[in-house]
Protein backbone atom coordinates (compact mmCIF):
# COMPACT_ATOMS: atom_id res chain seq x y z
CA UNK A 1 0.00 0.00 0.00
CA UNK A 2 1.82 2.82 -0.95
CA UNK A 3 2.00 6.01 1.42
CA UNK A 4 0.75 9.25 0.91
CA UNK A 5 2.09 11.07 -2.41
CA UNK A 6 2.85 14.79 -2.50
CA UNK A 7 4.28 16.42 -6.16
CA UNK A 8 6.41 18.07 -7.26
CA UNK A 9 8.76 17.57 -4.39
CA UNK A 10 10.61 20.49 -4.83
CA UNK A 11 9.30 24.08 -6.98
CA UNK A 12 10.72 26.65 -7.78
CA UNK A 13 8.56 30.14 -8.59
CA UNK A 14 9.08 33.57 -9.47
CA UNK A 15 7.22 35.91 -7.63
CA UNK A 16 3.42 36.80 -9.19
CA UNK A 17 3.10 33.21 -10.13
CA UNK A 18 0.91 30.56 -9.54
CA UNK A 19 2.14 27.59 -7.28
CA UNK A 20 -0.44 23.86 -7.60
CA UNK A 21 0.47 21.46 -4.98
CA UNK A 22 -0.45 17.92 -4.95
CA UNK A 23 -1.74 15.63 -2.86
CA UNK A 24 -2.42 11.61 -2.85
CA UNK A 25 -3.78 10.49 -0.05
CA UNK A 26 -2.69 6.58 0.92
CA UNK A 27 -5.22 3.93 -0.89
CA UNK A 28 -8.71 4.66 1.13
CA UNK A 29 -8.35 7.49 3.08
CA UNK A 30 -11.26 10.18 2.47
CA UNK A 31 -9.58 12.75 5.08
CA UNK A 32 -6.29 15.59 3.76
CA UNK A 33 -4.78 17.99 5.94
CA UNK A 34 -2.32 20.49 4.55
CA UNK A 35 0.30 21.91 6.96
CA UNK A 36 3.02 24.57 6.37
CA UNK A 37 6.20 24.45 8.04
CA UNK A 38 8.48 28.02 7.60
CA UNK A 39 11.83 27.88 7.70
CA UNK A 40 13.37 26.92 11.56
CA UNK A 41 9.62 27.00 12.70
CA UNK A 42 7.20 24.23 13.49
CA UNK A 43 4.63 22.80 11.39
CA UNK A 44 1.06 24.46 11.05
CA UNK A 45 -2.25 23.85 10.50
CA UNK A 46 -3.61 25.13 7.05
CA UNK A 47 -6.78 22.89 5.71
CA UNK A 48 -8.94 20.01 6.56
CA UNK A 49 -10.77 18.27 3.67
CA UNK A 50 -12.64 15.15 3.42
CA UNK A 51 -13.75 14.36 -0.63
CA UNK A 52 -15.39 17.51 -1.97
CA UNK A 53 -15.95 19.45 1.30
CA UNK A 54 -13.80 22.04 3.01
CA UNK A 55 -14.22 20.96 6.91
CA UNK A 56 -11.88 23.40 8.43
CA UNK A 57 -9.56 25.77 6.31
CA UNK A 58 -9.07 28.21 9.95
CA UNK A 59 -5.24 28.31 9.11
CA UNK A 60 -5.59 28.95 5.39
CA UNK A 61 -4.56 33.06 4.61
CA UNK A 62 -7.38 34.78 3.64
CA UNK A 63 -5.85 35.53 0.50
CA UNK A 64 -4.11 33.43 -2.45
CA UNK A 65 -4.86 30.14 -1.30
CA UNK A 66 -7.12 27.96 -1.44
CA UNK A 67 -7.52 23.94 -1.87
CA UNK A 68 -9.71 21.04 -2.63
CA UNK A 69 -10.32 17.54 -2.79
CA UNK A 70 -12.50 16.52 -5.50
CA UNK A 71 -14.30 13.23 -6.12
CA UNK A 72 -11.35 12.22 -8.36
CA UNK A 73 -8.23 12.55 -8.28
CA UNK A 74 -5.70 14.25 -5.74
CA UNK A 75 -6.12 17.30 -3.23
CA UNK A 76 -4.82 20.49 -4.80
CA UNK A 77 -2.90 23.17 -2.83
CA UNK A 78 -2.92 26.52 -4.65
CA UNK A 79 -1.13 29.66 -4.31
CA UNK A 80 -1.91 32.58 -6.33
CA UNK A 81 0.72 35.21 -7.06
CA UNK A 82 3.23 34.05 -4.48
CA UNK A 83 5.71 36.43 -2.56
CA UNK A 84 8.94 35.63 -0.88
CA UNK A 85 7.09 34.73 2.08
CA UNK A 86 5.20 31.78 0.87
CA UNK A 87 8.94 29.71 0.78
CA UNK A 88 8.02 26.50 2.58
CA UNK A 89 7.85 23.10 3.27
CA UNK A 90 4.24 22.09 2.40
CA UNK A 91 3.35 18.79 4.06
CA UNK A 92 0.00 17.14 3.19
CA UNK A 93 -1.59 14.08 5.77
CA UNK A 94 -4.48 11.58 5.46
CA UNK A 95 -6.31 9.74 7.31
CA UNK A 96 -9.02 6.65 6.92
CA UNK A 97 -12.75 7.46 7.72
CA UNK A 98 -13.11 4.74 10.38
CA UNK A 99 -10.40 5.31 12.90
CA UNK A 100 -10.12 8.23 14.70
CA UNK A 101 -8.84 11.55 12.78
CA UNK A 102 -6.14 11.61 15.58
CA UNK A 103 -4.33 8.95 13.04
CA UNK A 104 -2.47 11.07 10.46
CA UNK A 105 -0.04 9.87 7.57
CA UNK A 106 1.70 12.27 6.46
CA UNK A 107 3.76 12.45 2.65
CA UNK A 108 7.15 13.38 1.79
CA UNK A 109 6.53 17.09 1.77
CA UNK A 110 7.07 19.93 -1.50
CA UNK A 111 9.61 22.66 -0.70
CA UNK A 112 8.71 25.56 -2.38
CA UNK A 113 10.78 28.01 -2.97
CA UNK A 114 10.21 31.53 -4.26
CA UNK A 115 12.91 34.14 -6.40
CA UNK B 1 1.08 32.03 24.56
CA UNK B 2 1.47 29.54 21.92
CA UNK B 3 -0.85 26.79 21.98
CA UNK B 4 2.21 24.23 22.52
CA UNK B 5 5.62 25.33 24.23
CA UNK B 6 8.57 23.01 23.88
CA UNK B 7 12.46 24.19 24.75
CA UNK B 8 13.75 24.03 21.28
CA UNK B 9 17.50 23.19 22.42
CA UNK B 10 19.96 21.66 21.05
CA UNK B 11 20.34 19.22 23.11
CA UNK B 12 24.32 17.30 22.52
CA UNK B 13 24.42 14.24 24.48
CA UNK B 14 26.73 11.18 24.03
CA UNK B 15 25.53 7.82 22.96
CA UNK B 16 24.02 5.63 26.06
CA UNK B 17 22.93 8.92 27.89
CA UNK B 18 19.21 9.55 29.20
CA UNK B 19 17.19 12.44 27.86
CA UNK B 20 13.99 14.20 28.48
CA UNK B 21 12.30 16.51 26.77
CA UNK B 22 9.19 18.67 28.01
CA UNK B 23 6.47 20.17 26.87
CA UNK B 24 3.55 22.11 27.73
CA UNK B 25 -0.40 23.21 26.10
CA UNK B 26 -2.19 25.59 26.70
CA UNK B 27 -5.73 24.52 26.37
CA UNK B 28 -7.04 22.16 28.99
CA UNK B 29 -10.15 20.80 26.83
CA UNK B 30 -6.93 19.25 24.63
CA UNK B 31 -8.21 16.00 23.59
CA UNK B 32 -5.09 13.40 22.44
CA UNK B 33 -1.30 14.42 22.79
CA UNK B 34 1.54 12.66 20.79
CA UNK B 35 5.50 12.90 20.01
CA UNK B 36 6.72 12.97 16.70
CA UNK B 37 9.72 12.50 15.30
CA UNK B 38 11.06 14.71 12.09
CA UNK B 39 14.52 14.09 10.77
CA UNK B 40 16.15 16.81 8.73
CA UNK B 41 13.88 18.06 5.43
CA UNK B 42 11.37 14.87 5.50
CA UNK B 43 8.26 14.43 6.93
CA UNK B 44 7.31 14.33 10.72
CA UNK B 45 6.38 10.83 11.44
CA UNK B 46 4.46 9.50 14.78
CA UNK B 47 6.46 7.96 17.47
CA UNK B 48 3.82 7.64 20.00
CA UNK B 49 0.88 8.62 21.54
CA UNK B 50 0.71 9.59 25.20
CA UNK B 51 -1.28 8.55 27.76
CA UNK B 52 -2.26 9.92 31.49
CA UNK B 53 -1.16 6.29 32.60
CA UNK B 54 2.06 6.83 30.89
CA UNK B 55 3.56 4.34 28.47
CA UNK B 56 6.42 3.11 27.13
CA UNK B 57 7.48 1.48 23.97
CA UNK B 58 11.28 0.03 24.19
CA UNK B 59 13.75 2.88 25.37
CA UNK B 60 11.18 5.40 24.95
CA UNK B 61 9.08 6.84 27.79
CA UNK B 62 6.32 9.04 27.57
CA UNK B 63 3.76 10.58 30.11
CA UNK B 64 0.83 13.19 30.34
CA UNK B 65 0.00 15.13 33.33
CA UNK B 66 -3.49 16.82 32.35
CA UNK B 67 -3.48 18.66 35.47
CA UNK B 68 -0.25 20.32 34.41
CA UNK B 69 -1.07 20.87 31.40
CA UNK B 70 2.48 18.86 31.03
CA UNK B 71 3.84 16.31 28.46
CA UNK B 72 7.20 14.69 29.01
CA UNK B 73 8.93 12.37 26.70
CA UNK B 74 12.04 10.54 28.35
CA UNK B 75 14.95 8.68 25.79
CA UNK B 76 16.56 5.94 27.14
CA UNK B 77 20.47 4.62 25.90
CA UNK B 78 20.51 7.33 23.50
CA UNK B 79 21.51 5.90 20.21
CA UNK B 80 23.02 7.78 17.30
CA UNK B 81 20.31 7.22 15.05
CA UNK B 82 18.21 9.23 17.75
CA UNK B 83 19.46 12.66 16.45
CA UNK B 84 16.29 13.91 15.12
CA UNK B 85 13.96 16.81 16.02
CA UNK B 86 11.19 15.61 18.47
CA UNK B 87 7.61 17.50 18.12
CA UNK B 88 5.06 18.00 20.41
CA UNK B 89 1.69 17.31 19.49
CA UNK B 90 -1.95 18.08 20.76
CA UNK B 91 -5.38 18.12 19.40
CA UNK B 92 -8.10 20.18 20.18
CA UNK B 93 -11.14 19.08 22.17
CA UNK B 94 -13.71 16.94 20.21
CA UNK B 95 -16.09 18.92 19.62
CA UNK B 96 -16.82 21.40 16.13
CA UNK B 97 -14.75 20.73 12.84
CA UNK B 98 -11.42 21.55 14.53
CA UNK B 99 -11.42 17.70 15.45
CA UNK B 100 -8.46 16.23 13.49
CA UNK B 101 -6.34 19.49 13.45
CA UNK B 102 -2.80 18.63 14.66
CA UNK B 103 -1.13 21.92 16.49
CA UNK B 104 2.53 21.44 16.58
CA UNK B 105 5.01 22.53 18.88
CA UNK B 106 8.29 24.05 17.24
CA UNK B 107 10.43 21.30 18.13
CA UNK B 108 13.75 19.95 20.51
CA UNK B 109 16.45 19.25 18.21
CA UNK B 110 18.25 16.22 20.22
CA UNK B 111 22.31 15.23 18.62
CA UNK B 112 23.62 12.18 19.94
CA UNK B 113 27.48 12.34 19.40
CA UNK B 114 29.90 9.08 19.67
Known amino acids: NAGVMQNPRHLVRRRGQEARLRCSPMKGHSHVYWYRQLPEEGLKFMVYLQKENIIDESGMPKERFSAEFPKEGPSILRIQQVVRGDSAAYFC?????????????FGPGTRLTVL | RKEVEQDPGPFNVPEGATVAFNCTYS??????FFWYRQDCRKEPKLLMSVYSSGNEDGRFTAQLNRASQYISLLIRDSKLSDSATYLCVVTPDAGGTSYGKLTFGQGTILTVHP
Open chain 1, 93 to 105: ASSPPWVSTDTQY
Open chain 2, 27 to 32: NSASQS
